[in-house]
């Protein structure tokens, strides 16, 4: 039974009751495992275009572009970046001085590699007395990892990661949020103008507004377009409530509710109020230094090409069907085009009459679709390209996570730790129909693929509830293609030391 508190949070949140009892009744009942046909590969459910069809790709995207059409790229750019100084945490309240472990030495033996080691000196120097190099020198390392951390030095602990600074230029060091600008330059810009959007924590938001502030005009000049960057928070009404193992309420010492942000999954719908004919998403972190660029932006082309024609035909498919005035061969073409290009198969498809052929197609056609660059698997944590069945019994293409796949089932099981390809979340998405009016996306989510973990709170117990992740569940119901882009497309900053790699110096 809920009481007037409980209503007045759930009110303010902008939660629904009939919403409140369905999270809880998902802890109850749990979520089902996806039933799984194959690991995607090239040749089965990835596409690997060769050097005529890239081209051809790429044109097809310098002509849309240049058609002045609305292209927005969108970056979730959401939290802090403290799990990225884990390590150097764990340095900071260990009962030894000295670096110890191999992480603690690497960072220590290579700090002067840091984007940010020009700023850090100067803190130490505030605060300390003493530059970097001194402070080691006299084996007070932790004074270093302090000014690194902590509010009195750079705040790396607390900033979002989109602020840190990541790369060495000439001109100054710059953060994965100037990358991202940069980036909208080169590929995502139309009509001389480049729409960026971040989605930030409300705690984060005010200083991302300044900071982009700072440095959009400087991009302005180099690449001569005008910057149009907003920004969206995750918002409360997607926040899920915590549960006792028992499934009731998880409560605060207060008496309030616990609620938890959703996950990524949360965000389709800052993503569905984007006006927007393509959107390309990538995380904050996949950034690369001006040198490694070209790779980059030139499979960025290819993937929003690839969309765009595919685009162009469904539409035009539509169009046909619309009219009436079309024979069982074109229905053929059509089947095809839906199987073979939009990697979307039905067993039964011989047995439906044209009629009800019709309807099939056309749900199948006109809906949201995205591209979705794959890379070689390399072992990184992560999901993977799989094709999938789904509840209305066709196969598709997904990218599914190992909390979506039932470890007791050894075939699947063998599947994700073989699968060939890995997701690295490079999309390319058309948000519009075939009459230009913006799909509702959160028509096409799943419900059913969300995830629960295990968490505690003052040391108590809880269960958690993750909505169905963006690229996962929350596009499952969309035309979804795979293309190969290579492994140098792909560069996240898990940790502090992923910066010492070649590619981020």
Known sequence: MLSQQDLKQLSEKGISEEMLYKQLESFEKGFP???????????????????GERKSFIDAWN?????????????????????????????????YDVPTTDFEKEFFENIKKFAFKEELCS??????????????????????????LEAKGLNYGQLPKGLLLFHNYDDGARTPMEEHLVEAALYASSNNEANVHFTVSHEHL???????????????????????VDFSEQKPSTDTVAANPDNSPFRNDDGTMLFRPGGHGALIENLNEIDADVIFVKNIDNVVPDRLKGETVEYKQLLAGVLVTLQEKAHRYLRQLDTGSYSHQDLEEIIRF?????????????ELEDA???????????????????????????????????????????????????KSNSDYMRM???????????????????????????????????????????GKELKALELPGLWNGAMSDWNTVFVEVPLSTFNPVKTVNDLLREQHQ
């Not at 495992?33 to 050097?51: R, S």
């Open 63 to 95: 002509d849309y572009k240049s058609a002045g059409h609305r292209i927005v790229k969108f970056v979730p750019a959401s939290g802090a970046a403290s799990r990225m100084f884990k390590d150097m945490f764990a340095f900071l309240n260990a009962a």
């Open 416 to 458: 994700f730790k073989e699968g060939t390809h890995f997701n690295p979340v490079d999309l390319v998405c058309a948000v519009k129909d075939y009459k230009q009016r913006p799909f509702d996306l959160t028509k096409y989510v799943d419900k059913s693929t969300g995830f629960i973990s295990s968490k505690s709170k003052n």
């Open 338 to 350: 839906v199987q073979r290009d939009l990697c979307c198969r039905r067993t039964d498809i011989k």
């Open 123 to 148: 803190k130490c120097k505030d605060n300390e007395g003493k530059k970097i190099m001194q402070l080691i020198a006299e084996g007070n390392y932790k004074a270093v990892v302090a000014n690194m």
């Open 206 to 228: 005010q200083l991302f507004k300044q900071k982009v502030a700072e440095k959009v005009e400087k991009y302005s000049k180099i690449y001569g377009i005008k910057y149009n």
């Open 356 to 406: 009800d052929l019709v309807i099939y197609l056309r749900s199948k056609l006109n809906r949201p679709i995205r591209v979705c660059g794959m890379v070689k698997n390399v072992g990184e944590p992560g999901g993977g390209p799989f094709l999938t069945y789904n509840a209305d019994g066709t196969i598709s293409a997904q990218i599914l996570e190992s909390s979506q796949i039932d």
């Open 33 to 51: 495992f996806l039933k799984i046909e194959a690991a995607a590969a090239v040749g089965h459910g990835i596409v690997k275009p060769d050097d």
